[in-house]
């Protein structure tokens, strides 16, 4: 078995995982970078950050989707709590534009119940995709 190989999955789902980690990544640049409102940047962002990490984790792991989708949420809690502990002022990195992208500047608990929906709904696309692929593909 291939060291990067998911769980049960061939290399063409591996595959379509991790292109579609480069498309949801496109999608969060341009959230980040242009998009100024009260709903898409703060909550449907949040919510596709959690999506984005599973996908990476199952192009690049042997996680399965239950094991991604936690994995995925513990990054997106531990980086809020980052927030909340101002980790961004003890690194010194407060007005570093990068860091504030990827790890954001303020605590919002409201951002915790976007982060359960992302782990949820990667969860729940992830096993329609396998099964949809294990139909097309019984061997």
Excluded: K
């Excluded at 500047?105 to 119940?113: E, F, I, K, N, S």
């Amino acid at each position: 078995m291939a060291p990067l190989a998911a769980a049960g999955a061939d290399d063409s789902l591996r595959a379509r995982f991790a292109l579609a980690t480069a498309g949801v990544f496109l999608i969060e640049a341009m959230i980040a970078l242009w998009w100024r409102d009260r709903f898409v940047r703060p909550y449907l962002g949040d919510v596709l950050a959690v999506v984005l990490v599973h996908l990476f984790l199952r192009a690049t792991t042997r996680l399965t989707a239950l094991q991604a989708a936690g994995a995925a949420l513990a990054v997106a809690v531990m980086i809020e709590l980052g927030q909340l502990l101002h980790v961004l002022d003890a690194l010194g990195l407060r007005h570093n534009a990068l860091a504030r992208v990827v790890l954001g500047g303020t605590y919002d608990p409201q951002d915790l119940a976007c982060y359960l929906v992302g782990a949820l709904a990667a969860f729940a696309l992830d096993r329609l995709w396998l099964t949809q692929s294990s139909a097309a593909d019984p061997g």
